[in-house]
């Protein structure tokens, strides 16, 4: 066990990789918001309430004129009543975690943030409270290209967790502050989106933070950002009088996150060539699980080393694992997880949630409106990570994700993945679209487009999009680039519509040693067609049948036979080639790569060529 006196960050604030992303050219026409926070917090453990005070300096890069604001106020959902209690009390499937729990917390586990004033520029203005978001209205315009200051004086009270944050969960963390400060709405070319806060996702605007947190002496701290008072912590062994002030420093983020324990345990471990990983876990653990967190550290370099390699450069100087919250969540540069778990699942829940660190925390989609780029791509490159470091069976899992896939889609409630985060009429059908469907998008276009464009398409999104909430439309442009394929009926099929893939080997017929094919598209969705040739003995012929709409085809094998192009319109495609043995089978997509919703019509064997 190390010393919880230790540096908790990086003391030096680094802020080169800010100067490399601003040498980056920025896609035309792009702009965005910019924010900065002045934070001081001052929190009572015994109560689980603090009072704060935040400056925040609001930069408008867009070319409208801003005449009011929104602040979320995330902590008011944990409130009987509340969208959230609600919705979870009238959705057919609740969260496990949440179900009708808010109704019945008593006032002292209720959560809340209240805002007492806010000044724009030293003059106050008024506000209204609906639900999570305070809407304000200016005492002057936001011109183009105009910063503003807000003034605000707040208080919150941290819920019984319940859902994501709160105090004591259910192993006793002491506190898990996640979205616990008035946030500023992200304004884009889409507008305003002050979502309420009902089920799920988050939205934010890059900024800098500077944030001061008061709390007991005896309280170790982990979170987003880089220390800049460590000699000034003091940690004390048991409830000594007196408080301490961390100072933490966060540059281009869109979030800020910390929790707070007496009993963590804090081990940190510098990467070669990369960020200093921290890990917070409770001393009170088993005397296994807390072996597991120590395997758990040099694992997570490894993962750290993987997604660097195949995704793109982790930019921040640390990253923590901290246990806390209620099950997985990711935040910036950091994450709180549960630790009461197996050894696998820990590692599962850390490639998952240090993976969102790319794909949330760094592109930062608007996971509210695209679930499924943050939640599948995340899955797809964490299940990429475990086979590669754990040994994980990539084919059974991707197996498991299709079967739960075409359970959906054959279930008649299936809804496109542009559906909100919040208007899934299941929650199941939500964790489905989001991470399994979601993980297939990837799959399948590796499988359409080969994988070398495919490995192109992603570090070249990473590199042009970090930084700037990119669309689903962003990152199918890039891989049509690196590939030269038209992918537009890919993302429109797949993420806008419910339309499903099924095509079917429709007959089979031999005449003088010359085999004929009959396939049928009986699907809406298309797809490239791939079909394998076995004969007995262990031969084998490879055959790809073009997709017309993508006016182009995948490298291909040279033992691959292209044949002509499929268009859609067409139900029907026929093929024919001169037998080279005795067939044993002819099956559609032989590898296993599409998710067709009906596997049953995609062979035929050797009975039935007889």
């Known amino acids: 066990m190390k010393s919880r006196c230790l540096l908790l960050f990086n003391i030096a604030v680094v802020f080169c990789w800010v100067a490399v992303s601003a040498q980056r050219s920025e896609p035309s026409g792009y702009w965005q918001q910019h924010i900065n926070y002045n934070i001081e917090v001052d929190i009572n453990v015994e109560t689980s309430q603090y009072e704060g005070r935040q400056r925040v300096v609001y930069t408008n890069n867009s070319p409208d004129k801003l005449v009011r604001a929104f602040f979320h106020l995330y902590f008011n959902a944990f409130q009987p009543g509340s969208e959230m209690d609600v919705h979870s009390r009238n959705i057919a499937d609740p969260d496990s975690r949440v179900m009708g729990r808010i109704e019945k917390l008593e006032k002292k586990d209720q959560g809340y943030l209240r805002v007492y004033s806010i000044k724009q520029d030293g003059v106050e203005i008024s506000g209204h409270v609906a639900g999570t978001v305070l809407e304000v209205n200016l005492n002057k315009p936001i011109m183009p290209g105009e910063s503003t200051v807000f003034d605000m004086v707040f208080s919150g009270q941290v819920p019984l967790i319940i859902r994501r944050a709160g105090k004591q969960n259910k192993e006793g963390v002491a506190l898990s502050m996640a979205q616990w400060y008035p946030k500023l709405a992200e304004y884009d070319f889409e507008g305003w989106h002050a979502d309420p806060y009902i089920a799920r996702e988050f939205h934010g605007v890059w900024g800098d933070f500077d944030v001061k947190l008061t709390i007991d002496k005896n309280f170790v701290v982990g979170g987003t950002g880089y220390l800049q008072n460590p000699e000034a912590v003091e940690i004390s062994s048991n409830k000594s009088p007196g408080k301490n002030t961390w100072h933490f420093i966060a540059p281009n983020v869109h979030d800020f996150t910390w929790a707070a324990d007496p009993d963590y345990i804090h081990d940190s471990l510098q990467m070669e060539g990369g960020p200093k990983l921290h890990f917070y876990y409770k001393k009170n653990l088993a005397d296994e699980q807390l072996k597991d967190w120590k395997k758990l550290q040099p694992i997570t370099a490894k993962l750290m080393r993987f997604f660097n390699e195949n995704v793109g450069p982790y930019p921040y100087e640390q990253y923590s694992v901290i246990q806390g919250g209620d099950g997985g969540m990711e935040y910036g540069m950091c994450t709180l997880i549960t630790a009461n778990r197996s050894f696998e699942s820990l590692v599962g829940v850390t490639a998952h949630e240090l993976a969102h660190s790319w794909f949330q925390f760094v592109l930062a989609t608007n996971e509210s409106k695209h679930e499924w780029m943050d939640e599948g791509f995340t899955e797809y490159y964490c299940t990429q990570a475990e086979a590669s470091i754990m040994g994980v069976d990539e084919e059974r899992v991707f197996k498991t994700s299709y079967d739960r896939y075409r359970k959906l889609a054959l279930s008649g409630v299936e809804q496109p993945q542009t559906t909100h985060a919040d208007r899934y009429r299941f929650n199941a059908s939500y964790g489905v679209s989001a991470y399994t469907k979601g993980s297939i998008f990837?799959?399948?276009?590796?499988?359409?487009?080969?994988?070398?464009?495919?490995?192109?398409?992603?570090?070249?999104?990473?590199?042009?999009?970090?930084?700037?909430?990119?669309?689903?439309?962003?990152?199918?442009?890039?891989?049509?680039?690196?590939?030269?394929?038209?992918?537009?009926?890919?993302?429109?099929?797949?993420?806008?519509?419910?339309?499903?893939?099924?095509?079917?080997?429709?007959?089979?017929?031999?005449?003088?040693?010359?085999?004929?094919?009959?396939?049928?598209?009986?699907?809406?969705?298309?797809?490239?067609?791939?079909?394998?040739?076995?004969?007995?003995?262990?031969?084998?012929?490879?055959?790809?049948?073009?997709?017309?709409?993508m006016r182009a085809e995948k490298p291909l094998s040279e033992k691959t036979i292209l044949l002509k192009d499929w268009a859609w319109a067409h139900p029907n495609y026929s093929f024919d080639f001169v037998k080279n043995g005795e067939i044993k089978s002819i099956t559609l997509d032989p590898d296993n790569k599409i998710a067709d919703v009906n596997l049953g019509n995609n062979s035929y064997i050797k009975d039935t060529l007889e």
């Open 442 to 549: 990837l799959r399948q276009l590796k499988h359409i487009i080969g994988t070398v464009a495919f490995d192109k398409a992603i570090k070249d999104y990473f590199s042009l999009w970090s930084f700037k909430h990119p669309t689903p439309n962003d990152f199918i442009r890039c891989a049509e680039k690196s590939s030269g394929a038209e992918l537009d009926w890919y993302l429109t099929d797949w993420s806008k519509t419910t339309n499903t893939i099924d095509y079917a080997i429709d007959s089979v017929t031999v005449s003088g040693g010359v085999v004929k094919v009959d396939l049928n598209r009986i699907g809406l969705m298309p797809i490239p067609v791939e079909v394998e040739v076995l004969y007995k003995g262990g031969a084998e012929e490879k055959f790809y049948i073009p997709l017309q709409m």
